[in-house]
């Protein structure tokens, strides 16, 4: 089947510190792969995304490189600031007919100034 | 451009009541999206809409939720009657249509209606 797993948060670091957040996925086909993520009050919004393999997404000083060989897709950005504390989701999108896109259950983020 | 925009916000209702989600997609978006996410898991597929037909409704937990999007535009989730674990977070999500079929197109989500039955 289709799914993502990606690590538990809560995750706390300082503000400068260095972040990754891992996520894995199965699929079946080619997905695409995609980081979303939500602030406070706010609905979801795309972060990155890359549609296939060795591909890498950025914005923001996020990053992210599709690994087919390890199924996996980790988020990583050098020096966190406060205002990137939120709930980041990893997201994967199948053809299964249509297209679905199937999230992970999502890390929280808090960066302490 | 308007984002795509879900009313209400919060909901608190007993179990046993009806309860009915709106969300209005983003013109001209074909495709539309249900979702939820219960306390800290992951986020469930519930259907899909292209226009106003329903392309995979697989996620839908049981005949007590009927989702209706008539007309191709704004699109309703009522739940009747509401159970104690159908609380969560209701997402909803529109995209355009991908001509040939892509599968790298970005989703639009709303804030989502935030459910409660006591």
């Known amino acids: 089947g289709n799914s993502v797993t990606q690590m538990e948060g809560p995750v706390t670091l300082s503000e400068e510190a260095f972040l990754t957040i891992n996520c894995t996925y199965t699929a079946t086909g080619y997905p695409s792969l995609f980081w979303y993520v939500q602030y406070p009050g706010e609905g979801l919004q795309l972060l990155l995304k890359?549609?296939?393999?060795?591909d890498k997404g950025s914005n923001k000083g996020f990053e992210a490189t599709y690994r087919k060989e390890t199924t996996s897709f980790h988020l990583e950005k050098g020096s966190v600031q406060v205002s990137d504390s939120a709930v980041y989701f990893c997201?994967?999108?199948?053809?299964?007919?249509?297209?679905?896109?199937?999230f992970g259950a999502g890390t929280r983020l808090f960066v302490k100034a | 451009e308007a984002g795509v925009t879900q009313f209400p916000s919060h909901s608190v209702i007993e179990k046993g009541q009806t309860v009915t989600l709106r969300c209005d997609p983003i013109?001209?978006?074909?495709?539309l999206y249900w979702y939820r996410r219960v306390m800290g898991k992951e986020i469930k597929f519930l259907l899909h809409?292209?226009?106003?037909?329903?392309?995979?409704e697989s996620g839908m937990p049981n005949n007590r939720f009927l989702a209706e999007r008539t007309g191709g535009t704004y699109s309703t989730l009522k739940v009747q009657p509401a159970e104690l674990e159908d609380s969560g977070v209701y997402f909803c999500a529109s995209s355009q249509a991908s001509p040939g079929g892509r599968n790298s197109e970005k989703l639009f989500f709303g804030s989502g209606t935030q459910l409660s039955v006591l």
């Open positions: 890359a549609t296939k393999a060795d």
């Open positions: 809409f292209v226009k106003e037909s329903k392309q995979d």
């Open positions: 997201a994967l999108t199948v053809n299964t007919g249509g297209f679905k896109t199937i």
């Open positions: 013109s001209g978006h074909d495709n």
